[in-house]
């Protein structure tokens, strides 16, 4: 069993950039592919990016590709979504997840959620 907590999100304007991270409960945090998932008012929850349980894979969805980078600490426990030149369109609800089973890019490999971190990107 795993917690995870997302923080840093915010209100901000287009072309600016936050850094959202997620924290882990539980000594297992290096066995677990993480992810982030973002959803609209409306949407379906989309994938973000993932991040393999050592770091060393990532993948990105298209549209955040150059602008956004995942990356994770196992020793603190963490993993950071650092999102730059940000558009309204990145505009939702962004939700920490994690995996102990094989590395994927779809809400269904994930096992573990948080409660989400809202980003609104005005223009």
């Known amino acids: 069993q795993v917690q995870l907590v997302e923080s840093g999100g915010g209100l901000v304007q287009a072309g600016g950039s936050l850094r959202l991270s997620c924290a882990a409960s539980?000594?297992?945090?290096?066995?677990?592919?993480m992810g982030w998932f973002r959803q609209a008012p409306g949407k379906e929850r989309e994938f973000v990016a993932a991040?393999?349980?050592?770091?060393?894979?990532?993948d990105y969805v298209d549209s955040v590709k150059g602008r956004f980078t995942i990356s994770r600490d196992n020793a603190k426990n963490t993993v950071t979504l650092q999102m730059n030149s940000l558009k309204p369109e990145d505009t939702a609800g962004y939700y920490c997840?994690?995996?102990?089973?094989?590395?994927?890019?779809?809400?269904?490999?994930?096992?573990?959620w948080g409660q989400g971190t809202q980003v609104t990107v005005s223009s």
């Open positions: 991040i393999s349980s050592s770091g060393g894979r990532t």
């Open positions: 997840a994690a995996t102990v089973r094989v590395y994927g890019l779809g809400t269904a490999n994930y096992d573990y």
């Open positions: 539980g000594r297992t945090f290096s066995s677990y592919a």
